[in-house]
């Protein structure tokens, strides 16, 4: 089942912060955020993994509360670089196996 | 370093055309190996994945199929194509872990 992700779109000015939010109905092994810009392939941003730790580097750091199934990325400082639409994936099993996509927060930074 | 191969980069085909998609990773073994369709504007569609060779699962019953004939070689195939067919193709590899690589995608208009 497809996690949802909120908001939808934001715009952002150089500078401010933003959070993403991911949020699943199944339970969740793991959760994974990429970053799309127009018309490239998606790239890897961080896995987080069962166990609530929290990630990052540079400004972008995520958390992964298991229990409540839910994730958050959060950009701060935002650079004009950050604009693209972030996906967050959930994988529901421990097997290497398939993840599931949500549809997408598209992020614009604007000067 | 591992690569992904994926071609071609553009395709125009007519309505009930065959297609046939085609994506090769270099530099890994045993790879679990992916398609994805994204539509204009829209999040990642998993089609079907695979976890070796001839081992194929399919997320979406629709008009594609895809084959895995050897270890890092993975099509994706149609033998007529429909208009919703259009969009952007990915392939994707993994390898012990969740973190997905992308190829650059294949943009496919069907007209």
């Known amino acids: 089942q497809q996690p949802v992700q909120s908001p939808q779109a934001v715009i952002l000015r150089e500078g401010e912060d933003a959070v993403i939010n991911c949020s699943s109905s199944?339970?969740?092994?793991?959760v994974h955020w990429y970053r799309q810009k127009h018309g490239e392939a998606p790239v890897f941003l961080m896995i987080?993994?069962?166990?609530?730790e929290q990630k990052g580097h540079e400004k972008i750091s995520a958390s992964f509360n298991e229990k409540k199934q839910q994730s958050s990325l959060y950009l701060t400082a935002s650079q004009l670089s950050y604009s693209g639409t972030y996906f967050c994936?959930?994988?529901?099993?421990?097997?290497?196996?398939?993840?599931?996509f949500g549809p997408g927060t598209s992020l614009s930074v604007i000067p | 370093s591992q690569t992904i191969h994926q071609w071609p980069a553009t395709l125009v085909q007519p309505v009930g055309s065959p297609l046939s998609l085609e994506c090769t990773v270099e530099?890994?073994?045993?790879?679990?190996l992916y398609w994805y369709r994204q539509a204009a504007g829209r999040g990642l569609q998993l089609l079907f994945y695979?976890?070796?060779?001839?081992?194929i699962s399919s997320e979406v019953p629709q008009n594609l199929s895809a084959s895995r004939p050897q270890d890092r070689q993975f099509i994706l195939s149609s033998k007529k194509l429909l208009l919703s067919d259009s969009g952007f193709y990915l392939c994707?590899?993994?390898?012990?872990?969740?973190?997905?690589?992308f190829g650059a995608g294949t943009r496919l208009s069907v007209l």
């Open positions: 994707a590899w993994s390898v012990r872990t969740h973190i997905q690589y």
């Open positions: 199944k339970a969740l092994y793991s």
């Open positions: 987080l993994l069962k166990g609530g």
């Open positions: 994936g959930t994988g529901a099993t421990t097997s290497y196996d398939k993840v599931i």
């Open positions: 530099g890994t073994s045993n790879p679990n």
């Open positions: 695979s976890v070796g060779i001839g081992q």
